[in-house]
């Protein structure tokens, strides 16, 4: 399925279910027998389990932390490989509805957005919510930039790809695109000798199985002095 809205992006590979309006909605004839069947026993659809398992995979960070939640209590966290990828599996769920989010950990402990994943009716069946792209880790290394210095926009997503950068100002936007390296890790040094005083909005997007994933906003101000940003996650 595809989803818009706040519901984050994925591809769902069991037939069992409809995606409509940012919730699963699992058909009746698929759900679990009301009496559970013995451990190992074949009912129709499957094998039964103790609960319903899903599992979510998709790309974040070489090296990161992948962290879920369930009804915003962290459910289970994993690391990403050397390639970004990651799948966590989360077994035992009773029937219901639930609303997972997940969110990414870069190299330096910063956080990414958060994606939110309403699932409705669950039942005792195996869900697979799949091309998870985490959004990009982003950071500046000034809260205040002089005009005519630089300041220093960065953080961690996919690894050897492109890297959409968007400046929105008082009076007009800027765009950059620049590279990740193998670890995910880019930076982007911003000349404020051409910005006009004033507050600036920044924030980074990656694209990957034709969609794409933003990050998070943050903000700087040109001004007469250099501020340092104090450190955050």
């Given at each position: 399925y595809s989803a818009t809205g706040q519901t984050a992006p994925g591809k769902s590979t069991n037939s069992a279910f409809t995606y409509q309006a940012g919730f699963l909605y699992f058909d009746a004839a698929a759900a679990a027998p009301a009496t559970p069947a013995a451990a190992g026993q074949t009912i129709s659809g499957g094998t039964a389990s103790p609960g319903a398992k899903i599992t979510f995979s998709g790309k974040a960070y070489p090296g990161g932390t992948v962290?879920?939640?369930?009804?915003?209590?962290?459910?289970?966290?994993v690391f990403a490989d050397n390639n970004a990828d990651?799948?966590?599996?989360?077994?035992?769920?009773?029937?219901?509805d639930y609303i997972f989010s997940i969110y990414g950990k870069d190299y330096a402990g910063k956080s990414s957005r958060l994606l939110l994943f309403p699932v409705k009716g669950v039942s005792k069946k195996d869900t697979s919510i799949n091309n998870i792209l985490i959004p990009p880790t982003i950071s500046k290394n000034k809260k205040e930039v002089k005009k005519g210095g630089t300041v220093d926009i960065f953080g961690q997503s996919l690894p050897n790809a492109e890297i959409d950068i968007s400046i929105e100002g008082p009076n007009?936007?800027?765009a950059a695109k620049i590279p990740s390296d193998s670890q995910g890790k880019y930076k982007y040094i911003l000349n404020a000798s051409d910005l006009d005083y004033g507050q600036y909005k920044a924030s980074s997007e990656v694209s990957f199985w034709d969609k794409k994933s933003r990050s998070s906003s943050l903000t700087f101000t040109v001004s007469d002095r250099d501020i340092l940003e104090e450190a955050q996650v």
């Open positions: 962290v879920l939640l369930k009804d915003a209590q962290i459910a289970k966290a990651f799948s966590i599996e989360l077994s035992g769920l009773s029937s219901g007009g936007d800027l």
